[in-house]
């Protein structure tokens, strides 16, 4: 089966930085698009960042723009969000998911755009 196993979260002070790494196994990863979610206490999920099946688009939310860089390794089945300049209403749990479509030809933004997740992993950023 599908499986999303995310890592990289922690602690770390405003203005600091985090890489998120999530690794994919039980599909063919290189043929879909993945991204990055987050989810903070009593708010409801949001997309972070998306990249295209064959790593050649991006895309961010506002939010996050310019800050965070979402990349992918097909050849290690792995996706990788990279942030810096942490703020502390960054802080959430970050989800990984794995696209429905193999091919899609944009850049995914809708959880339901989605057919897998991972089980996340928290973020925290103090002030």
């Known amino acids: 089966q599908v499986q999303l196993v995310e890592s990289g979260g922690g602690l770390v002070q405003a203005g600091g930085s985090l890489r998120l790494s999530c690794v994919a196994s039980?599909?063919?990863?290189?043929?879909?698009?993945m991204g990055w979610f987050r989810q903070a206490p009593g708010k409801e999920r949001e997309v972070v960042a998306g990249?295209?099946?064959?790593?050649?688009?991006?895309d961010y939310a506002d939010s996050v723009r310019g800050r965070f860089t979402i990349s992918r390794d097909n050849a290690k089945n792995t996706v990788v969000l990279q942030m810096n300049s942490l703020r502390p209403e960054d802080t959430a749990v970050y989800y990984c998911?794995?696209?429905?479509?193999?091919?899609?030809?944009?850049?995914?933004?809708?959880?339901?755009?989605?057919?897998?997740w991972g089980q996340g992993t928290q973020v925290t950023v103090s002030s």
């Open positions: 998911a794995s696209g429905k479509v193999a091919y899609a030809s944009d850049v995914h933004s809708n959880s339901k755009q989605y057919a897998y």
């Open positions: 039980g599909l063919t990863f290189s043929r879909y698009g």
């Open positions: 990249i295209k099946w064959s790593g050649t688009e991006t």
